[in-house]
T-cell receptor
């Protein structure tokens, strides 16, 4: 079975500073994908960034980058130059190829980290 | 805007009642997923459809059912509602359900309150 662990229930960051949100995962699939989503207080889920298990480079999308350490099974999200609009819940999620069970093909989410950006 | 449309945005109903949540996927997406988000359980996968056929089932209660229609919109039916069914219900769609890097695009959710 797949499992995503986000150990930081809440984080604070000063505006314009960088912040790292932690995510560790567990799967027996050899091929898998890791995703980060943002959920503002308005409720919608916004896709931010993707990292494949065989990608050699860390993924980047604008101010978002993913610090992928495969041996440690971690996929931390780094947000650079934080903005007030970054205040939201952030979810790490993964999807496998299904070899570790039918359920592993679905997107499995962590419990989330609430990020608050301080002016 | 993700392109996934969910209606209604809010629903308030009483225990024992039945409700239907509706979802229109992004144009061109054949796969629809339903998720439930509650404070204690987090985001839980309920069920997936692909081009009208049920593809995978997650933690979906027997009181809940879903279908995907020929025009690809999907409905989630919740019956014999209990207080614990109060949650935010998300629909998501993806173009390719069998490709790892195909992200799910979520709608804005339907907030269900059972009183």
């Amino acid at each position: 079975a797949q499992k995503i662990t986000q150990t930081q229930p809440g984080m604070f960051v000063q505006e314009k500073e960088a912040v790292t949100l932690d995510c560790t995962y567990d799967t027996s699939d050899q091929s898998y994908g890791l995703f980060w989503y943002k959920q503002p207080s308005s409720g919608e889920m916004i896709f931010l960034i993707y990292q494949g298990s065989y990608d050699e480079q860390n993924a980047t999308e604008g101010r978002y980058s993913l610090n992928f350490q495969k041996a440690r099974k971690s996929a931390n999200l780094v947000i650079s130059a934080s903005q007030l609009g970054d205040s939201a819940m952030y979810f790490c999620a993964m999807r496998g190829m299904g070899y570790s069970g039918a359920g592993s093909y679905q997107l499995t989410f962590g419990k989330g980290t609430k990020l608050s950006v301080i002016p | 805007d993700s392109g996934v449309t969910q209606t209604p945005k809010h629903l308030i109903t009483a225990t024992g009642q039945r409700v239907t949540l509706r979802c229109s996927p992004r144009s061109g997406d054949l796969s629809v997923y339903w998720y439930q988000q509650s404070l204690d359980q987090g985001l839980q996968f309920l069920i997936q459809y692909y081009n009208g056929e049920e593809r995978a089932k997650g933690n979906i209660l027997e009181r809940f059912s879903a279908q995907q229609f020929p025009d690809l919109h999907s409905e989630l039916n919740l019956s014999s509602l209990e207080l614990g069914d109060s949650a935010l219900y998300f629909c998501a769609s993806s173009a390719q359900p069998d490709i790892l890097n195909s992200p799910l695009h979520f709608g804005n959710g339907t907030r269900l309150t059972v009183t």
